[in-house]
C-alpha cells in the first residue's frame, strides 16, 4: 500500500478537478466554504486502508488489501454517500465523484510495489472482489509501505518512500495548477479579445449614424 501522503494527494486532486470544472476560484475566504467537501473526498481516498487498521495486530497482511480495494465497495460507498450528502447538485454528479476520490486509491494501489520501475513487484488488490483475483500493474511507481509490524511503520525505508511520494505528488499539484493558471488566463485574454471585436463594428455603426444626423442638419 501506499501511504496516507500520496492518497490524500489523490483527494486534493479530486477537490481541485471539481473547482476547476465548476470554474470557481479559491480565494482566501472561499476555502472556509470548501473545507467540508475537501474533508469528504480526501477520507475517501485514504477510506480503503481501514480495512488495515482492524486487521493490524492480528493478522495485517491478511486482511489488508482485501475487499475494501475493489470496484463493488467503490460503487456501493459512493451511491451510499450521495444518498446522504450530495456534494454538488445532482445525485448521479456527486456519486460520480465519490467514485473518483475512492477509485484514485485503487489506481495508486495498482502502480504500488517494492521496487520502481517494470518490477512485477506490486501485491495486487482484488478490483472485481467477490472474484477473488488480484490485480497489478507490472509498471510500478510507488514503494509499497512496510507494515509487517509496528516496527517496520517506523523504519527509515519508510521514512524514505514518503519523502518520496511527498516530493512527487508535491511536484506534480503545483506544475498542474501552474498549467491550469495559464491556460486560463490565456481563455480570459481569448474571450477580452474576442469581446473588443465584436464591440467594434457597434461603435463605428453608431459613428457613422451620428455623421448621418448631421449630415441631415
Ligand atoms: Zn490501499
Sequence with gaps: ?????????????????????????????????????????????????????????????????????????????SLTLSCAWRIVPGFWRSAILYFTAYGSHL??????????????????????????????????????????????????DNAWSSVYELLTCGVITVVASVLWKRKLKSRILWKRKRKSRTNRPTSEASARLLSGLQHQK
Aim: with cysteine.
Design 107 to 156: 489506481l495508486i494501489d495498482l502502480f504500488t510495489g517494492t521496487e520502481i520501475g517494470w518490477t512485477n513487484s506490486g501485491s495486487g488488490i482484488p478490483l472485481f472482489w467477490p472474484w477473488p483475483k488480484n490485480f497489478s500493474s507490472p509498471l510500478i511507481l510507488i514503494f509499497g509501505v512496510r507494515h509487517k509490524d509496528f516496527r517496520a511503520i517506523f523504519s527509515i
Design 1 to 77: 500500500m501506499a501511504s496516507p501522503i500520496a492518497h490524500s494527494f489523490a483527494g486534493l486532486w479530486t477537490f481541485l478537478c471539481l473547482r476547476a470544472h465548476l470554474k470557481t476560484q479559491l480565494t482566501a475566504h472561499r476555502w472556509r466554504q470548501y473545507v467540508p467537501q475537501l474533508l469528504v473526498l480526501v477520507s475517501l481516498a485514504n477510506l480503503p486502508d481501514l480495512d488495515f487498521l482492524f486487521g493490524f495486530g492480528f493478522h495485517a497482511n491478511e486482511l489488508h488489501r482485501g475487499f475494501t480495494h475493489s470496484l463493488t465497495i467503490a460503487t456501493l460507498i
